[in-house]
């Protein structure tokens, strides 16, 4: 057994060195200017995000099910964890980033148990108006955290632009015209080469832009500090920290349950893409686990929690980034040059930033399903949207909810679809005899359909009831069936019922109030 996996363990970190290396550090430049964005949007310190996108790199590429996968702080994750931060700041100073840690732990210990209860088997029943939903909302949403950057935070007063958190006065133009340029870059840049990511470039034209005209513009140190070590093991509770009580739980409990569930889906669908792009399968269920035990590693050493990044996923693969050593890589990579260039960091204009952001959730967002809306039948347009509505006026805005919405309006639709398959024909055998032919699935949604293929009100004096082209499903699809039994032998009817399956024969014996009269 050894013999035969070793080869097939080195061939997950060693197939190709060279090219996974340099795609790791590719891959790196590009997590950098992510990672401190979605620690804004999240409302903590740059280093929160960087150390999460470090360790859950590292822990991933150890324990992941899918080589070459990208983890790290991720938009769909981020937007989760606003509420719960300001809630933890409202308690006392320092305790939102205490607060994040524990529900990145609880986070971490559900998606172990939903890798163990098989979870990303029941992704098949997500289905694509779903999924339209989900990432158009959560494009909206990444947008949106942007605006406050661009002089544009409705909620704020006049006085919290002070400080050069968020641009004010004449600072808005300046930041408007470097978004613009960055955009320009990053849209333009492509059409002439692809050697270098026009996300990096565009940061590092801004920020060029921004210290050698020395423009009074915010910048990354304006979000909080960025770190000068290595990450340590802390716990989160105790002193300096929170209570390890069940308020604490009971707080962190519906962000880390959100987190665990759009994480996945956010991997899950990554997963699928690079196993199409590559031609190979991977285990879902191995990369839930993992993500659960990145996430608790993360949380243990001062990071955010997050998923599988798409865009940077499909760039290591692009790259040639096939292997665990990619993943590791471009998490030490990360680290080396956070260290290295920390200085350097500081100066990035938070315009920069919002460029690679808008950029981002333009990628997230189903722009061929917005296209094809007319074509896309309506049925999945109703759950697309409501997949998106109830994300967005959820407050927080609760991608989890919006999702578990959709579903139940898709299976809602569907059992309507399924429910008018069923068919009655009504066939006279002769003045004293009638037959009843049904054909369909017998269930909760298509017993009015079933009662309605029968006339009640007729009583010949022999009826027979013939389902064996039907399946009865459970308690509803019985007592349609019992109801027309009885309704026929109350008007002096002898009824049989033939051809039932042994499930629904069994169903039926089981729950139904007539005694069984089958042949």
């Known amino acids: 057994m050894a013999q035969r996996s070793s080869p097939a363990l080195v061939n997950q970190w060693f197939a190709n060195p060279s090219k996974d290396l340099l795609s790791g550090l590719v891959v790196a430049f590009a997590m950098i200017p992510e990672a401190i964005a979605f620690s804004g949007i999240a409302g903590v310190d740059p280093k929160v995000g960087l150390f999460g996108a470090f360790c859950l790199s590292l822990t991933i590429a150890v324990v992941g099910g899918r080589t070459g996968m990208i983890t790290s702080a991720t938009g769909s994750t981020a937007l989760l964890m606003t509420g719960l931060v300001a809630t933890g700041e409202a308690r006392g100073p320092g305790l939102g980033v205490q607060y994040l840690m524990v529900a990145g732990l609880v986070t971490g210990l559900l998606q172990i148990l939903w890798g163990y209860l098989r979870l990303a088997y029941q992704m098949r029943f997500v289905p694509q108006g779903v999924l339209s939903g989900f990432v158009n909302a959560l494009a909206l949403l990444i947008f949106q955290a942007q605006l406050p950057q661009l002089g544009l935070d409705l909620h704020a007063g006049g006085d919290g632009h002070a400080g050069g958190l968020l641009p004010h006065g004449a600072q808005i133009p300046i930041v408007w015209g470097l978004v613009l340029l960055g955009l320009g870059i990053i849209y333009g840049l492509p059409k002439l080469t692809r050697l270098v990511p026009s996300q990096l470039v565009a940061i590092v034209v801004l920020t060029a832009i921004s210290i050698g005209f020395s423009l009074d513009i915010p910048s990354v140190s304006s979000l909080g500090t960025l770190p000068d070590g290595l990450p340590s093991f ?248 019992d109801q027309v039994i009885r309704k026929f032998r109350l008007g002096g009817s002898e009824v049989s019922v033939e051809g039932l399956n042994d499930e629904s024969l069994d169903l039926f014996e089981r729950i139904g109030g007539q005694e069984s009269a089958h042949a």
């Open 234 to 481: 802390t716990v989160p509770f105790g002193a300096g920290g929170v209570p390890f009580n069940l308020d604490t739980l009971g707080l962190v409990l519906p962000t880390a349950l959100a987190i665990s569930l759009v994480g996945l889906m956010e991997t899950f669908l990554t997963q699928d893409i690079l196993d199409d792009k590559t031609d190979s399968t991977s285990n879902k269920n191995v990369e839930a686990r993992g993500q659960g035990i990145a996430n608790i590693v993360a949380s243990l050493f001062g990071g955010m929690a997050g998923c599988a990044l798409v865009g940077q996923s499909v760039m290591n693969i692009d790259n040639g980034g096939r292997t665990r050593l990619s993943t590791l890589f471009s998490g030490i990579s990360l680290l080396a040059m956070i260290l290295l260039a920390g200085p350097w960091l500081k100066q990035i204009p938070m315009a920069a930033l919002v460029a690679v952001m808008i950029s981002i959730a333009v990628s997230t967002a189903d722009i061929n399903g917005l296209r094809n809306l007319r074509r896309i039948p309506k049925s999945d347009t109703s759950v697309m949207l409501m997949t998106f509505a109830v994300t967005m006026l959820t407050t927080p805005h609760n991608l989890a909810l919006g999702v578990l919405a959709g579903v139940a309006l898709a299976g809602i639709l569907f059992s309507r679809k399924v429910a008018k398959v069923i068919q009655v024909e009504a066939i006279d055998v002769s003045d004293q005899e009638r037959r009843y032919r049904v054909t369909g699935q017998l269930f909760f949604v298509s017993k009015i359909y079933f009662l309605q293929g029968f006339d009640l009100h007729d009583h010949p004096e022999q009826i027979v009831i013939d389902l064996s082209a039907a399946h009865i499903w459970d308690q509803s699809g019985v007592a349609a069936l």
